[in-house]
């Protein structure tokens, strides 16, 4: 098997958008970073309230968010999600993460 070049997803996410990825339009066409405040607002724990600053950061709202969108438009459940955010570079791409990114558990224990 040859080894992967820096340019090889760069080919294969062309390739899907010229195919027509839906989910690169939808991520054109929504204004994802509107959301952010009103969702940060409902999602994260103000910092006043917080016992300690200890722990892992918090997942990025509009990740979750995008995440949110994904399974409903796929109907997945939360585990599934996951595991095709982890595996498809489509998902990948729409959830504006790379593949060095954590994909944290997104709803489960």
């Known amino acids: 098997m040859a080894q992967l070049t820096f340019f090889d997803a760069d080919k294969r996410l062309a ?18 970073e509107e959301f952010r405040a009103e969702i940060e607002a409902v999602v994260l724990t103000a910092d006043a309230d917080k016992k300690s600053s200890a722990g892992r950061k918090p997942i990025d709202a509009l990740v979750m968010f995008r995440m949110l969108v994904v399974q409903w438009l796929y109907n997945l459940s939360d585990a599934q999600a996951e595991y095709q955010a982890r595996d498809r570079l489509s998902f990948t791409r729409f959830l504006a993460l790379g593949i060095e990114d954590r994909i944290a558990p997104s709803f489960s224990p």
Do not use: M, N, T
């Open 15 to 32: 390739a899907l958008s010229k195919q027509g990825d839906p989910l690169e339009a939808i991520a054109r066409l929504v204004p994802w």
